[in-house]
């Protein structure tokens, strides 16, 4: 008997592929950032860059956490652990790192022979196998960094000025590639020439912000010798890259530009006075656009320069960061024709583009009506309710 994370329509398509289901595996390591380094987080975040002592604290206590998953998932003689996350939870002070997935096992076929672990879950495992790219190891890339206080005195004299602040664009560009670099490096000392099914985090820890990209080392056989030691890498679904694979194109880069601007203090005066009256705020308008045709001229750039035949997937983001200054953040996956990159199936199962549907609700003081997506989001959210 198995107690597994896998719902109906995962164990349906993992089957389709001679892989059942095993165990949920959990892993975890609570962490202090102690005295010491609190004190070095501190002078770094005054000059600004990385905060190396928060990033390689975090680093560590994800790794710690995903390392237990994986000998437990062992101890259940699994062949692998497919959907593992890898969250954060703050325990009055010290830092939880959690990590979740389900054992699998795989007496046939690819997997049989070696251990493997993937964020994907088991629809997005099928895909992923289906399309060619045989997973090997779950890898992540972060990165914790802050602005610096001089950093800030310099945009805050540049955000009086309409346009962009080059020194917040700078920072949060270097911080964004930073992780993405880390995790196709991750990806390569594991022996992979692909990742894939990248998933972005930006969250506040200890006073700083760490970025996480989190996806799966892959290695797919029809990729070009170039990409062995600098894997491909992908923000599309699985079910995506399917798609796209199934026409004969294949991800070459996960792509991203950053702008950030500032509307200027008589902007912000006249965009002031225009909140009296209906209408248009042109100041607010012209920013904005300008912002975003900015950063998605940058993932234009990095996609040419790859040598990508078109750039999909495209997602925006915008986060007002006070006092004027708006980032914009553009991101997409440079694609490209290669020879041999196909499919094994003609189509997908219909089970595969079903979305999982929520049977658990729990209203909290704190966050109002929760929707429990996952059992991690469930240890945190619980660690929060009284």
């Known amino acids: 008997m198995a107690t597994t994370g896998l719902s109906g329509d ?23 950032l102690g005295f010491v380094g609190g004190i070095g987080s501190g002078i770094k975040t005054l000059i600004g860059g990385e905060v190396t002592q928060m990033t390689d604290m975090v680093r560590e206590g994800r790794h710690n956490s995903y390392q237990r998953l994986v000998e437990e998932a062992r101890r259940h003689n699994a062949s692998g652990v497919t959907g593992v996350t890898n969250d954060l939870i703050r325990h009055a002070g010290n830092i939880e790192y959690l990590s979740i997935g389900s054992a699998v096992h795989a007496p046939t076929g690819p997997l049989k022979n070696s251990f493997f672990a993937t964020s994907a879950d088991g629809k997005e495992l099928f895909c992923q196998l289906d399309a060619g790219f045989i997973p090997i190891k779950f890898v992540f890339g972060n990165v914790a960094y802050s602005i610096g206080f001089s950093g800030g005195i310099v945009a805050s004299f540049r955000s009086m000025k309409r346009g962009e602040v080059k020194e917040y664009s700078d920072a949060l560009n270097m911080t964004r590639h930073l992780a993405l670099s880390r995790i196709r490096q991750d990806a390569a000392d594991a022996g992979a020439n692909a990742v894939v099914g990248i998933k972005t985090t930006i969250q506040p820890v200890a006073g700083v912000q760490e970025m996480v990209m989190i996806g799966t080392a892959s290695h797919n056989p029809h990729l070009p010798a170039q990409y062995e030691r600098n894997p491909v890498s992908s923000s599309l679904s699985n079910v995506e890259m399917w798609n796209l694979c199934h026409l004969g194109y294949a991800p070459i880069e996960l792509v991203l530009g950053v702008s950030v601007y500032s509307i200027g203090v008589v902007g912000g005066i006249m965009a002031s006075l225009k909140n009296f009256v209906r209408g248009e705020i042109s100041e607010l308008t012209t920013l904005i656009y300008e912002a975003r045709h900015n950063a998605i001229e940058q ?27 708006i980032e914009f953040m553009a991101m997409g996956t440079a694609v490209k024709r290669i020879p041999g990159i196909a499919t094994e199936s003609p189509s997908l199962p219909m089970q595969a583009g079903v979305k999982r549907e ?14 429990l997506n996952s059992p991690s989001q469930y240890a945190g959210l619980a660690s929060y309710i009284p």
């Open 10 to 32: 995962e164990i349906f398509c993992l089957n389709q592929k001679g892989i059942s289901a095993g165990d949920l595996v959990v892993g975890n390591s609570v962490f202090s």
């Open 299 to 325: 993932i234009a750039k990095a996609a040419e320069k790859c040598g990508a035949d078109d750039v999909v997937g495209v997602t925006t983001y915008v986060n007002d960061m006070g006092g004027g200054l």
């Open 358 to 371: 929520e049977t658990f609700m729990r209203v909290s003081p704190f966050f109002g009506m929760s929707q």
